[in-house]
């Protein structure tokens, strides 16, 4: 079984004047350290808790604006374009910017923050094994504007950020420019990215991030079954249901919560967590779905054998307006006549008029081949062993994350394996 994530994410910004500024305009801005074993690394756990809490909130968000919806995104590619960002922003825009994310600044200088961010992007990045994290962020820029030196060299090497000039003046030739580099960059499963652009747009953004992830132990595609899955106490709909016998993994039911987690894990360094609610209890557990929750799930968790355990196949694409989200975050002046974006051009009356996130996310049977030691663990049960079977079978949470660091890379809830 493969997961398999891609996101985008654009920026338009709108420029009504021409501004140029010599490089130094950024000279009090955060300095690119070249030596970073002299830099204050973050610790892995404070960007943890970081991502997580940002994730959370911005989870909780979506399901107010789309509560009978499929719900996809990626915590960690709108957190690097929210970044990237913010190295051009100044005064209070880039404070919202990264207090939106959930940095403290008062803690935390904002050179330390890029810095540790940036080279955890570059950890991620590298192939572990069959997962792998692609994630690419591009800037287009109209071709009479200048952008600065020193934003151009702090996201390349930040965020590995690419720049390129764009006319505008034709939207349809820059439309295909830019769709053709977000295909290209996500093996073509992201087609469609840019598509009202106009000759008022100045600036596009874009930040992608693929996601491919095999299963340590996968799903035999000839068990796949049509099974029933129940939108709600009086409605089903047929769907692909995978399934997998005598699967040892951690689990945990939490009794309080009244939802079950179950965590498989991926060739290399992720984990995939699955959270179903009992009927009825979905949003009790949405209302609980804090940083703390998600800790108390991840410690609790033990292996434990699985009799049978149950997954619908699902392919999921959404879309999402971020504007009309990130300001319930606190992220607002950026959108505003107020925003200070002179950090990237110089000119001071630049403003993002949309922020446009596209996800789309497929879980499968399909693997590469694994070594049959490595496909089931098999134990014998004691008769004292109460069996666990986990049916995957009603509106579940899914949250993928790196071992190591704990980051999210994309979450989201499936209402209906059929909608996407």
């Not at 930040?158 to 000039?165: G, K, M, R, S």
């Not at 951690?250 to 894990?265: A, G, I």
């Amino acid at each position: 079984m493969a997961i398999i994530a891609a996101l985008g994410i654009l920026m338009v910004g709108i420029c009504p004047a021409v501004l140029c500024c010599s490089d130094d305009a950024l000279g009090r801005h955060i300095a690119v350290q070249k030596d970073q074993d002299t830099l204050k690394q973050l610790d892995s756990l404070t960007l943890a808790s970081t991502n997580t809490d940002f994730a959370l909130s911005l989870y909780n968000r979506l399901v107010l604006q789309n509560p009978r919806e499929n719900i996809v995104f990626s915590p960690l590619g709108i957190t690097t374009a929210l970044n990237s960002l913010a190295l051009g922003a100044k005064g209070n825009t880039r404070q919202e910017i990264l207090e939106g994310l959930k940095f403290n600044l008062t803690e935390t200088p904002e050179a330390d923050i890029h810095q540790s961010f940036g080279h955890l992007l570059q950890q991620l990045s590298q192939p572990e094994d069959q997962v792998q994290i692609i994630a690419g962020n591009a800037l287009f820029v109209e071709k009479h504007l200048q952008i600065l030196t020193e934003f151009k060299e702090k996201v390349r090497a930040l965020y590995q950020t690419e720049v390129f000039t764009a006319n505008f003046q034709q939207p349809h030739e820059t439309k295909k420019f830019i769709n053709d580099y977000v295909k290209k960059h996500t093996q073509g499963k992201l087609k469609e990215l840019a598509s009202d652009l106009d000759e008022s747009t100045s600036m596009v953004v874009v930040n992608d991030l693929l996601f491919i992830g095999k299963w340590k132990v996968p799903f035999d595609p000839d068990d796949t079954f049509m099974g029933k899955f129940m939108l709600d106490r009086k409605r089903t709909v047929t769907v692909p249901m995978m399934k997998i016998e005598n699967l040892k993994t951690p689990y945990f039911r939490d009794e309080k919560l009244k939802c079950t987690v179950v965590e498989l894990s991926y060739i290399g360094n992720a984990k995939a967590m699955f959270i179903l609610p009992d009927q009825g209890r979905m949003r009790q557990v949405e209302a609980s779905l804090q940083s703390a929750t998600l800790k108390k799930w991840r410690k609790s968790l033990k292996n434990r054998m699985i009799d049978e355990f149950y997954l619908p196949k699902f392919f999921l694409s959404q879309q999402y307006n971020l504007e009309d989200i990130l300001p319930g975050l606190g992220i607002r002046e950026v959108f505003s006549a107020q925003a200070d974006l002179s950090g990237i051009t110089g000119a001071n009356n630049i403003t993002v008029s949309e922020i446009i996130h596209n996800a789309l996310l497929e879980m499968t049977e399909t693997g590469t081949e694994v070594d049959a030691s490595t496909r089931v663990e098999y134990e014998f049960l004691s008769a004292k062993t109460k069996p666990i079977s986990v049916n995957m079978n009603r509106k579940f949470l899914y949250i993928v994350l790196d071992s190591s660091s704990s980051l999210i890379s994309v979450m989201g809830k499936v209402n209906n394996p059929l909608e996407n």
